[in-house]
């Protein structure tokens, strides 16, 4: 298999060979691993028991699909990911916004993935063969991990696809089977000595609905681009790529988080995971949870390290999208070992996630109240402008800057993180709700009022369906 040699820039018709079914496979398969398990456990590791535990994430995760899921429509429409199309709204270099945000969300997870699976990979081979567990082990296994990562996202999407195709037939299975292996040490009551997180149930029930639930699907808020790009919208309507990224949003967060809340609350683990997940499994089942602690990090990871560059690529237009993918895969492995050597697990996931979200979120709404004004008519050639270092073109707007959506998305992100709580950070924003934390509703309803407010009556920067648009002078954003 070639290859990819795609990067940013526009996919043509000829190629955009996918459709709805590879959507389901890849958003199925890929999130079917012990970085997306990991937060099933969240809730468990909250003082929450099985039935709060599981609505909180039922509740979150069908919250941000809800949410998420519309933006694999731009994409559709500019054949290009979704922080380069971001430009028509931010302007050619205003889309940096996505890229940053999309390469931090995807480094984050990226690492948090081969973190884990690094760690059960490593208990696993500690329980079958007595392999030692020091410092140099880990070392070792999470270089193999993310060496095996980089070549899969090197050779770029098809490749990813297929192994999606797979680990979707195979990690189902063996979650399965996890079921049987975990049911004799199962109960419903949370861990002992795991009090609320935040004091009292309901501020520490929202906090695992945004956390563990709402967090998986804004995780994608840059990433589905990247396969809905390789979707023609000649032979594929949009109401069909909606449904199937729900579909496989739904299915690709819930069951391996559900999964991960019941080994949480059979291993008992409260402080931890990955070692009381390896102490308590079933002698049988040990090899299974190999198999899915590498292959599954493998698939997940690769998806991420992918996407992490075609962000990199498109900051640094001079870089090859496998130049951007090894340079940002030294970097997700510099955070594993910080991860394993220097932070709390939950703590670390629990700040990270939130503070991403309240980033990331009005980024979003901008792209998406955007998408709704121009009727989903992009000029595919003016938003390559920044790509080719050149200037003008429709998305040119000041200085390829939309300045009123880039001042939106920085009030917005500046409310969201003032409205932040986390172990490691909590912002001024909680003390006057009681402690919640509302950072992700406030983030999304600040920057897209404001954005709608200073853009009212603007007209949008679309083409009429098929033109192209030749470079203009510089304009004044509207």
Known sequence: MPIE??????????ERTSGPRDLVSILLGSNLCLGVIVFGWLPVS???????????????????????APLALVSL???????????????????????????LLSLGYTALTLWIGGDVVLGTLARLFGVPTGPAAHTLVYVLLAGCTVAAAVFGYRLLLRISRYLAVGMTLILALGVLAYAGDFTAAPV????????SFWPTWLLSAVAAGLSGPVAFITLLGDYTRYVSPERHSPRRVLRATCLGLCLGLLLPQLFGTFTALAARAG????????????????????????????????LMLY?????L????PRASRATATLVVAAVATAFVFAGHFAWDAQAAMTSFVLLLTAIGTPWAVITLIGHVRCGGRYDPEALQVYNRRAKGGIYWFRAGWHPRATASWALGAAVGLAGVSTPLYEGPLPALTGGVDLSFVLSGLVGGAVYAALTAGARAAAPAPGALVAPAPETAAP
Request: aromatic content about 8%; overall charge negative.
């Open 5 to 14: 040699q795609r990067g940013v820039d526009t996919i043509p018709e000829a």
């Open 46 to 68: 909250f003082g929450l028991g099985l039935w709060p535990a599981v609505t909180s994430v039922l509740a979150g995760t069908v919250v941000g699909v809800a949410f998420t």
């Open 77 to 103: 429409r500019t054949a290009t990911n979704l922080s380069t199309s971001s430009g028509a709204f931010f302007g050619v270099r205003g889309r940096l916004v996505g890229s940053v945000v999309g390469l």
């Open 192 to 199: 002992a000595d795991t009090p609320y997180l935040l004091g």
């Open 271 to 302: 402080l931890d995971y990955a070692g009381p997940l390896v102490a308590t499994a079933a002698p049988w089942y040990l090899l299974p949870l190999l198999v899915a602690a590498g292959a599954g990090s493998v698939g997940n990871a690769g």
């Open 307 to 311: 996407s992490m560059g075609l962000d």
């Open 313 to 316: 690529d498109a900051i640094v």
